[in-house]
């Protein structure tokens, strides 16, 4: 009887990443919309298309004077203590961990290794892997390929099929890279509702989106009850999680007090990642990512959530936003 180790390089050797490569929901895209006027049908020319919408996306930048807009956020910091706790070695308990909250069966990146594959092999792969994150600190780095990924075209609910802007890129990355992002996401999660304020729950442990929900039924009812003239606006950042400025990231997180150290792992992330995008089951060239954070990454929507903060300093402390104030219980 074979062991469970024997069964998965069995399966391995012979199917290698080929029943996890694609996922089932990925888009198939027939047609898209290039202008008000005009379709395309052709899948090669879909494919140049969508190729050459993502470059676009990835590699825009657009750096302004950002000490200037942060100068007067009085954003939250880190005691001294927790910032040197964030920079503390990563140890072996992090790393079990780390892959203990790892789902099975997942996509693997453009090297086609599993978690599944990490997992069986922890004792022969952990001191290596734990040797490879902590040289992160004394100026080591990830190899180029293993920032590669592989970004797969998943439809957005309700949202018209022949638009570009209508398909999250979800980026499948390397799993090595992706234990990485999880630890420091753990790490960093529980210092988020120190950080953020209140009124942002997404992401935030302890907070979830019906917090907003009720927030927003109590501010109606509190307006028709008192009268009070109430405008209501929802707003939407197009491709929000792929246009964030790395300098204004990493500035942000250091005016939160993060220190060196963390930052040094989040910049190990980002130094030199590429990716090719599956369109109808081809792949395109390679293209350097140069702004954004990876949908698919466990630490990405932290980032996120951390570089949104300034925004909403600046419209809580703007004095003609008045709002609208209830009775503290």
């Known amino acids: 009887m074979k062991t469970s180790r024997a069964v998965y390089w069995h399966r391995f050797l012979n199917l290698g990443d080929r029943e996890h490569t694609y996922p089932e929901f990925a888009a198939k895209l027939q047609k898209l919309q290039q202008s008000q006027s005009s379709w395309l049908r052709s899948s090669v020319l879909i494919f140049i298309l969508y190729t050459r919408f993502n470059v676009h996306i990835f590699t825009n930048l657009a750096v302004s004077d950002i000490d200037a807009y ?23 308990e992090e790393l ?34 734990l040797a490879v994150y902590n040289s992160m600190l004394s100026g080591g780095e990830f190899h180029t390929s293993s920032l590669a990924a592989t970004i797969s075209l998943i439809p957005k609910p309700g949202k018209d099929p022949l ?37 942002q729950v997404g ?10 929900t009720t927030r927003v039924l109590n501010a109606i009812l509190l307006a028709q009850r008192n009268e009070t003239p109430f405008i209501l606006l929802s707003t939407d950042a197009e491709k929000a999680f792929d246009r964030v ?5 990493m500035r942000v997180l250091q005016r939160f007090g993060l220190g060196q150290d963390f930052l040094t792992w989040i910049s190990s992330l980002y130094s030199s990642p590429t990716a090719r995008v599956r369109v109808n089951g081809a792949l395109t060239p ?18 996120f959530a951390l ?15 008045t709002g609208l104030e209830g009775k503290q219980y």
């Open 286 to 303: 390679s293209f350097p990512i140069l702004n954004g954070t990876r949908q698919g990454c466990p630490l990405s929507p932290l980032l």
């Open 70 to 92: 942060l100068a007067d956020k009085p954003l939250k910091t880190l005691t001294s203590e927790s910032a040197t706790a964030l920079g503390t070695l990563i140890g072996p």
């Open 245 to 249: 400025l790395w300098p204004y990231l």
């Open 96 to 129: 079990t961990a780390a892959f203990k909250h790892s789902k099975p069966h997942k996509c693997p990146g453009p090297d086609g290794l599993l978690v599944e594959y990490f997992k069986l092999l922890q004792p022969e792969l952990n001191t290596h892997l």
């Open 163 to 199: 638009l570009p802007s209508s398909y999250c890129p979800i980026s499948l990355l390397n799993t090595d890279v992706k234990i990485l992002a999880r630890i420091l996401a753990t790490c960093l999660q529980r210092h988020l509702p120190s950080l953020i304020d209140s009124d």
């Open 307 to 321: 570089s949104l903060e300034p925004l909403l300093v600046s419209i809580r402390s703007n004095s003609a936003i």
């Open 203 to 212: 992401f935030i442990p302890g907070r979830e989106a019906k917090d907003a």
